[in-house]
């Protein structure tokens, strides 16, 4: 354990890999190489990117790579993918994304799939972050599909989210309906370049403007990404963000409300697990019985197996 952790924080690139790869597996090591590396975190400047499927995120993501890596700046990436129903892999791996920085020493991707546990993927996506910032990289940005839950969920561990759009594609309602509007603090219109854009760009300052003053008014940019445009100023926008959440104390307070949701959301992972456990037990299954029954009302079934779970028999703590 103690050389993988030096291979983090040397930001040597098998042992990076090797970490992110334990964590996946959420064992007792995992946890102990999380615990060990969390006092080094806390310096990288974390970016969330996500949007529908076909929004151009990994191309927008590659030249801002490219872009970051100009101004010597070390860049990871965690992109969350849907996960194949055939071999459980990430769908989108990182062997076709951003090809052209898999040499560079200077940048690590990691996709990871989602295997359908938010819960727990959630928390693997926080610490495959962590292992990334225990490592030294200045940016990590991390990209999901969609503007569902999920996305909401995993977004929440950001310091700035970025929400990707397409004109034509009808995501303006769904963005509305996701509540997304609420967590974003930048808005991209890529594909700028195709009918329609104009009148997405318009639609989204009216929402803006629906949704009052506010200390940040997200901007939203126009991107091409297949012809670099727009990739200057999304960097410009995103360190006047950045700037704005160190000098607002809204960065220290963000980050307060994260890591207050991500214990809440282990915990409820936790219990979840231990509650379906209980749920296994010959016993569980009786007192279902009686309840069919009517020898037995939910209520009471309900508080005796709730004291089952916080306290174990004979009154230790289980």
């Given at each position: 354990m103690e050389d993988l952790i030096k291979g983090v924080r040397h930001r040597d690139r098998r042992s990076i890999a090797r970490a992110i790869t334990l964590i996946e597996g959420a064992s007792d090591e995992a946890e102990a190489l999380a615990e060990a590396l969390y006092p080094h975190t806390g310096k990288a400047y974390v970016v969330g990117v996500t949007g529908p499927p076909g929004a151009g995120k990994s191309t927008?993501?590659?030249?801002?790579?490219?872009?970051?890596?100009?101004?010597?700046?070390?860049?990871?990436?965690?992109?969350?993918?849907?996960?194949?129903?055939?071999?459980?892999?990430?769908?989108?791996?990182?062997?076709?994304?951003?090809?052209?920085?898999?040499?560079?020493?200077?940048?690590?991707?990691?996709?990871?799939?989602?295997?359908?546990?938010?819960?727990?993927?959630?928390?693997?996506?926080?610490?495959?972050?962590?292992?990334?910032?225990?490592?030294?990289?200045?940016?990590?940005?991390?990209e999901t599909v969609g503007v569902g839950q999920t996305e909401l969920t995993i977004m929440e561990l950001a310091d700035t989210v970025v929400l990707v759009l397409t004109p034509g594609a009808g995501d303006i309602v769904q963005v509305w309906k996701a509540g997304i509007m609420e967590i974003a603090d930048l808005f991209l219109v890529n594909k700028a370049d195709r009918d329609g854009a104009r009148k997405l760009i318009a639609d989204l300052e009216e929402m803006l403007d629906l949704a009052g003053k506010k200390a940040w008014r997200p901007p939203v940019i126009p991107t091409v990404a297949t012809e670099r445009r727009g990739i200057d100023e999304l960097w410009r926008q995103l360190q006047r963000h950045r700037t704005h959440l160190r000098e607002s104390g809204e960065g220290a307070t963000r980050r307060l409300r994260h890591l207050r949701r991500e214990v809440r959301g282990r915990m409820e992972y936790r219990l979840r697990q231990r509650l379906s456990e209980l749920m296994l037990e010959p016993a569980f299954r009786e007192d279902l019985d009686r309840l069919h029954r009517r020898e037995e009302v939910p209520h009471r079934l309900v508080r005796k197996w709730l004291a089952r779970l916080f306290v174990g028999e004979g009154g230790e703590s289980s």
């Open positions: 927008l993501l590659n030249r801002l790579i490219t872009h970051l890596r100009g101004e010597g700046l070390t860049v990871g990436v965690i992109a969350v993918d849907p996960t194949s129903p055939f071999s459980g892999g990430a769908l989108l791996g990182d062997r076709v994304r951003m090809t052209e920085h898999a040499l560079d020493e200077g940048v690590f991707i990691r996709s990871m799939g989602t295997r359908g546990h938010l819960g727990g993927l959630a928390a693997a996506t926080q610490d495959a972050v962590r292992v990334l910032d225990a490592a030294g990289f200045d940016i990590i940005l991390v």
